[in-house]
């Protein structure tokens, strides 16, 4: 597919996912930037973001939420408690949705599906509830059905996110630790029948050691598992 054609997504380390639609819709998942090890370095990002995606209220996924949101003019979109508790950091737009629930973000149906992972966020005031952990699907009008899994376990009902949704692309967390690893990834790969996965969560700190090249060893040829950097850009 040529470049102005498809939809383009960039990794920019841990669960960081920058993607942009052929329209310029601009939608920022589990932004984590300043704490990121793994940030590329230099990277800018666009000027304007439309949405920011939360899945969990876990630093490492909502660290830089508020201050990109500010800074560039997006709406933030999570569960309902995670959504107050960003309005509260000042947030102007946010839009706090719920299992299940679809919302249309310009050219992008986003539906939040499940997760099975903690999710409360911790700041100087202490621990809050902010919802449960959940995963995104987007179906980018006259493009491809993108998942996100967001922090999880595998799960069997991620046959159900194949069955309603049929994402050909997915993102999932392969470092294990704190979520699935390779082996687990791969049971994953099983439920949902993904042309592409493009692995996250990995290589961020010394426990999270699951490569692609593990998941890559353990799915079939059907399946092509992405061995990219962060900062690098996939167009699908
Ligand atoms: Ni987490
Ligand atoms: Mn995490």
Redesign the pocket.
């Known amino acids: 597919m040529s470049k102005s054609q498809a939809t383009r997504i960039t990794w920019l380390g841990h669960a960081t996912v920058l993607i942009q639609t052929v329209q310029g819709t601009n939608i920022l998942i589990d932004p984590f930037i300043a704490h990121n090890p793994k940030y590329p370095k230099d990277f800018e990002l666009p000027e304007k973001i439309d949405f920011v995606l939360l899945t969990?209220g876990?630093g490492?996924?909502i660290g830089d939420a508020a201050p990109v949101a500010k800074k560039h003019g997006a709406t933030v979109v999570a569960i309902y408690e995670l959504a107050d508790y960003i309005a509260g950091q000042g947030v102007t737009q946010t839009m706090g949705m719920n299992l299940g629930g679809t919302v249309t973000l310009d050219d992008v149906t986003v539906t939040m599906v499940d997760a099975k992972?903690?999710?409360a966020a911790s700041d100087e005031k202490g621990t809050h509830y902010v919802g449960v952990?959940v995963g995104f699907v987007l179906a980018v009008a006259g493009g491809p059905v993108l998942y996100h899994s967001g922090?999880t376990c595998v799960f069997g009902d991620m046959a159900l996110i194949r069955e309603i949704y049929q994402p050909r692309v997915v993102m999932l967390p392969i470092g294990g630790y704190?979520?699935m690893g390779p082996q687990e990834a791969a049971v994953a790969c099983r439920l949902l029948e993904p042309e592409t996965v493009l692995p996250i969560h990995w290589g961020t700190f010394p426990a999270l050691t699951g490569t692609p090249a593990e998941l890559a060893a353990l799915v079939g040829p059907e399946v092509k598992v992405v061995h990219w950097k962060p900062g690098d850009e996939i167009s699908v």
Do not use: K
């Open positions: 969990h876990h490492d996924h992972h903690s999710a952990a922090d704190y979520t």
